[in-house]
T-cell receptor
Framework: GIQVEQSPPDLILQEGANSTLRCNFS?????LQWFHQNPWGQLINLFY???GTKQNGRLSATTVATERYSLLYISSSQTTDSGVYFC????????????FGAGTQVVVTP | DGGITQSPKYLFRKEGQNVTLSCEQN?????MYWYRQDPGQGLRLIYY???????QKGDIAEGYSVSREKKESFPLTVTSAQKNPTAFYLC??????????????FGDGTRLSIL
């Protein structure tokens, strides 16, 4: 099956800093989602981005499908950005199923 | 508001007992999914269903069972055969359009622990 690798595994930021999270995948995808899991376990949809670039406030994401990676940018980080960020992908033959990466644990300090 | 409701939020299981986790959605989505999350790890797929009365095993189906009698409901039973059931269980749903994958939306999860 498809492999999903996220980096870095852990990230500590000071409030106001910018950061980039990376997701590499081993095969062609037709679904890629970025999620934020907050400390209560809720999984929040950030982006549905199988290709191209999207922005939502201080967050933006870019997927370069031909090179098999996606980037999530966090600008002017806030303490509420803390949590785990997951990348998940689906392929043409996965019939809607998602394969998750191991996540990036982000801690934003005041 | 449309969404996915999982209940209960916390559940305790005794040895040898089956327990059922509820997942209901009012998004009119065709497909529904169950994932398991262990501490410090990503999500792994247990079962999924693309239409009513049909479901498929995911990567870690052993010790679990599901049913899909109604479009809006996809309950998960953790059987006594599941020897390590302590985990966080998340339900998701999506529109299903054949090979075109659509974004999945998640419920708030159920935390299951062994007594």
């Amino acid at each position: 099956g498809i492999q999903v690798e996220q980096s870095p595994p852990d990230l500590i930021l000071q409030e106001g800093a910018n950061s980039t999270l990376r997701c590499n995948f081993s095969d062609s995808v037709n679904n890629l989602q970025w999620f934020h899991q907050n400390p209560w376990g809720q999984l929040i949809n950030l982006f549905y981005i199988p290709s191209g670039t999207k922005q939502n406030g201080r967050l933006s994401a870019t997927t370069v499908a031909t090179e098999r990676y996606s980037l999530l940018y966090i600008s002017s980080s806030q303490t509420t950005d803390s949590g785990v960020y997951f990348c998940a992908v689906g392929t043409t033959d996965s019939w809607g199923k998602l394969q998750f990466g191991a996540g990036t644990q982000v801690v934003v300090t005041p | 508001d449309g969404g996915i409701t999982q209940s209960p939020k916390y559940l305790f299981r005794k040895e040898g007992q089956n327990v059922t986790l509820s997942c209901e959605q009012n998004l009119n989505h065709d497909a529904m999914y169950w994932y398991r999350q262990d501490p410090g790890q990503g999500l792994r797929l247990i079962y999924y269903s693309q239409i009513v009365n049909d479901f498929q095993k995911g990567d870690i189906a052993e010790g679990y069972s599901v049913s899909r009698e109604k479009k809006e409901s996809f309950p998960l039973t953790v059987t006594s055969a599941q020897k390590n059931p302590t985990a966080f269980y998340l339900c998701a749903s999506s529109i299903y359009r054949g090979g075109s994958n659509q974004p999945q939306h998640f419920g708030d999860g159920t935390r299951l622990s062994i007594l």
